[in-house]
């Protein structure tokens, strides 16, 4: 991105606030265990999610089931829209961590 190191600083503190709420105060080399346990959480819901996505189409493939077609599609859109934004959330707490093992530059 094309930002001064200001913009920056003020993204990074804006995604701590986000991501850490009440614990964005603490300082930034007792932030990063608690940014881990957060990605370790995205993980679990990214899993999850697939996991849902995937029995979702089994069951329309398979047709085992007498559900409307736009049932599935609407399911469908939902979590892959969930997806899409759990992995954005997963590379803000990625940055923020390298933010803060670089020092906070």
């Known amino acids: 991105m094309n930002e001064s190191p200001d913009q920056e600083i003020m993204r990074i503190k ?20 608690l940014l881990y346990k957060k990605l370790r959480n995205k993980w679990v819901q990214l899993a999850l999610n697939v996991v ?40 803000h707490i990625n940055e923020l961590i390298s933010f803060y093992k670089e020092g906070g530059r």
């Open 14 to 33: 804006r995604y701590a606030r986000v991501y850490l709420r009440d614990d964005a105060t603490l300082p930034e080399q007792d932030q990063i265990p």
């Open 52 to 91: 849902i996505i995937l029995f979702f189409s089994f069951i329309f493939f398979s047709e085992t089931t007498t559900l409307r077609p736009i049932f599935y599609y609407i399911v469908l859109g939902v979590f892959l829209i969930n997806v899409a934004l759990v992995y954005i959330q997963q590379r």
